[in-house]
Nanobody, 122 residues
């Protein structure tokens, strides 16, 4: 019943910026960890960044210094600010919620969004 919907993907030139959003629908009271993953054509899905409920963040070395993850707990929304984009950043970006707690004691260990395509090209 709970759903994650990504938005903000599109075509951007190298060196440009893009901001992804992930909105959570459903009666969710809290989410432990929210994060972003990506999958490029012909490659395995890889972790990009995560942010815990308390504010602790972790970012992959490949995007460190360029990508910033943030979340609004009151809205159960997570963002990914992507700066200085490179062609190798081209991928489908997926939002993930881990440890979500809903009403009536519902638990959601892991929920994935459908993904949003980011294309970095001149």
């Amino acid at each position: 019943q709970v759903q994650l919907v990504e938005s903000g993907g599109g075509l951007v030139q190298p060196g440009g910026s893009l901001r992804l959003s992930c909105a959570v629908s459903g009666s969710i009271l809290s989410i432990n960890v929210m994060g972003w993953y990506r999958q490029a054509p012909g490659k395995e899905r890889e972790w990009v960044a995560t942010m815990a409920n308390g504010g602790t963040t972790n970012v992959a070395d490949s995007v460190k210094g360029r990508f910033t993850i943030s979340r609004d707990n009151t809205r159960n929304t997570v963002y990914l600010q992507m700066n200085s984009l490179k062609p190798e950043d081209t991928a489908v970006y997926y939002c993930n919620a881990d440890g979500a707690i809903g009403t009536f004691g519902r638990r959601y260990p892991g929920v994935w969004g459908r993904g949003t395509l980011v294309t970095v090209s001149s």
